[in-house]
C-alpha cells in the first residue's frame, strides 16, 4: 500500500510556491520552499474567512518558514500552522511526502499540547 493521496509532482510546485489540492475532501495547500522542502496546511485563512493560502507568499522569519496571506498578510509557520501574527490562531497541516518525484498528502497532524 502506497502512503498518502498523490496530488501533483514536485516541479509542478514553483520554489516559494504554493498549489492546492483537494484531499479527502479538504482543500490542502502544498508550498515548496527556497531550500527544498514541501510542507501542506489547510488552504482555509481564518483571518480572511477565504480558501487563499495556496496563493500566499512564501518566505521565512529567521529560520522559520511561513506563507503570508494574500488577503490581510497574517503569517503562518509551515511546519505548524501557528499564525506568528497571532497567537491564538492556528492552521491544520497534513502529513506530506515526495516519492520519486510526487507529492502525497497524507492525514491532518494532531496538535501538540
Not at 510556491?17 to 475532501?25: E, I, P, T
Not at 501557528?82 to 510526487?102: I, S
Amino acid at each position: 500500500m502506497t502512503w498518502g493521496v498523490p496530488v501533483c509532482r514536485l516541479d509542478q510546485i514553483d520554489v516559494e510556491g504554493g498549489v492546492v489540492a483537494l484531499v479527502d475532501g479538504a482543500a490542502v495547500a502544498i508550498f515548496r520552499t527556497h531550500d527544498g522542502n514541501v510542507y501542506a496546511m489547510s488552504n482555509y485563512d481564518p483571518c480572511s474567512s477565504a480558501s487563499v493560502l495556496a496563493r500566499g507568499i512564501v518566505g521565512t522569519r529567521g529560520d522559520i518558514p511561513f506563507v503570508a496571506s494574500p488577503m490581510h498578510k497574517q503569517a503562518f509557520d509551515l511546519r505548524t500552522g501557528q499564525c506568528l501574527d497571532d497567537a491564538a490562531v492556528r492552521v491544520p497541516t497534513y502529513d506530506v511526502r515526495v516519492t520519486d518525484g510526487v507529492v502525497r498528502v497524507g492525514g491532518p497532524r494532531q496538535e501538540s499540547p
